[in-house]
């Protein structure tokens, strides 16, 4: 009898629950999960797909490897302020100031670098600073006197905006050295070939290495395995195919910017702060149901501090990105469409506006569609005009998916 | 077992303790204590204060006066996580599960093994063995909360009041929502946990829960201490006693008599 009951998983001694097996099960399994309302990544895919034969369509220039190096270049400095946008957007609060936050950061980075002539690490540290500052400001005035942060944020952007103008006020825009690396980093330097090559096999095999010690961790102790080798490897294939075909395609051109490869190990770096420590849980918990999160010891003011502050730090780094790849800081950095993008790219990449839902990996997703759709509207010579249009567009469709995916998880039992 | 209650210290120890919101005195001179291995059934009508009391046991609300010692030392419990460092885990009546977690991470939530590279299996080996320990009829720990069903979503409570290995557990209404099977499951469970030494506080409007596991009933009404029961009184004396209908000198009398025989000093 003990024996019999050794064989058995720990986790598939309930009979009512089907087990999916194999690659059949894994598959079988997501088409559930879509049909449920947890969508996770695939309306970005679709959307992805659906941008890139529009536009491809109607200018092949639009998928050019050298076209695409420069979107991946735009994409590094939103990509920043958005992975911080995923931050508060967990917690189910919003920051709507991170565009004046990013114009606030980039025209300190050109009055302390340039105007004052000081080394631009005390730059970069001084805007960094700045945007902790007010992400902490931001904690506070929600946690002390309760203020919503889109009030909060909102006078944030109209104070930080004043700031910025403020600073440049004598000259209007400094411009960056163009020998600089600072300039350089934003505008020309790429990865040598075999370099991100490396780069396109090594999330593959750690997913292969990880999973593979999965594997065996959980074997020991009686568990089952899901899926097991099939998939891992499936999986890990795809991944790694996908991944060098998109890389020798750039290689044909320019080849991969070091400024995406930053903005991608950010991603890594807060995809695992997010899934694997004890902060990241405490953020979807706050996220999902504050008061339980509270009654089981989680310091919420902390959790909703370092969300902030995380987020206006991130933004004043975008911002600095941005001014890099202009090679200026002007009145003009961050205002427009920077605050809407970010937030657009976030929403996009599935992360919910209402809490406790999303992943890092949103941010990199979200920013690829917002500035495909960006960079293929001024490759159609189309006025700035009609660009604000379909991207509110594209918003709105985003949310509008967004919600009802909540309402159908609601009703499927899947929160 | 039974000379056990005499003798020990309690664990708890509550003297004239009282809580007031604005001009309403939701509690007042509130005397408990709390023995190893001992059940005590808190019951009262709506608004005796039941709730407020186990919120302040819980660190949710402070007391506006009076003295709480646990093991004997005075302490200020002044935040949950206070409450639940000392050893007192509380299972609220509206749970305080998140839904988008799933039962894992709802059963470890605060207290994850190895912060900085959450350990998942063994997390999820151990979230196993207790809900086994319990008799649990939880089909998968890997599905969201939103997808378990009332009863199983008590089992996660409870079962995550446990995994601190506190010195005393209160349950606010636990049965409540549960069927005839789950409700004999949780009384069980109770009754596992006493046995393991742990201090018991439950809370229930269900007479018949409260009589079948309970070692000492202790009444509150409006806000005050109205006398301690056992389950050998009769039903009528404990109605009379949580609804005010009999307050004379008898039923005042077999309370006071009642609580001499109960806790010697």
Redesign the interface.
Known sequence: MSDLKSQTA??RS?S??RHDEGISGAIRGFVDRVRSGDLGMLPVIVGLVLIATVFWSLNPVFLAPNNLANLLFDAAAVGCISLGIVCVLILGEIDLSVGSMSGLASAILGVIWVQMGLPVPLAILVALAAGAFMGLVYATLLNRFGMPSFVSTLAGLLAMLGLQLYLLGSTGSINLPYASFMVRFGQIHVMPAWFSYLLAIAPGALMLWLGID?MR??TA???SNPGGMSVLLAKSGILTVLLLVAVHYLNGGRGIPWMFGLFVALVVAMNYALT????G??M??V???R?????????VRRIRMSAFMLCSTLAALGGMLAASRLASSSQQAGTGDVNLNAIAAAVIGGTSLFG??GSAWSALLGVIVIQAISNGLTLLNLSSSLRYMITGGVLAIAVIVDSLARQS??S???? | MDDGHSASQPILRLRGVSKQFGAVKALEDIELDIHPGEVVALVGDNGAGKSTLVKVLAGVHQPTGGTIEFMGQPVAMDSPGKAIELGIATVFQDLALCENLDVVANLFLGQELSPWALDEVQMEVQAWTLLRELSARIPSVREPIASLSGGQRQTVAIARSLLTDPRIIMLDEPTAALGVAQTAEVLNLIERVRDRGLGVILISHNMEDVRAVADRIVVLRLGRNNGVFTAADSNSDLIAAITGATENAVSRRQARKLEDVGEPT
């Not at chain 1, 694997?276 to 902060?279: E, L």
């Not at chain 1, 008061?291 to 310091?299: K, L, P, Q």
């Not at chain 1, 499927?412 to 929160?415: C, F, L, S």
């Open positions: 720990l986790d309930d009512r629950v999965r961790r959980r102790v009686n568990l694997r420590t004890q902060w849980r405490a979807f918990a996220g999902g149901n008061e339980a999160a509270r009654r089981s010891g989680i310091d406790g839902r998880r609601a499927h039992g899947r929160a």
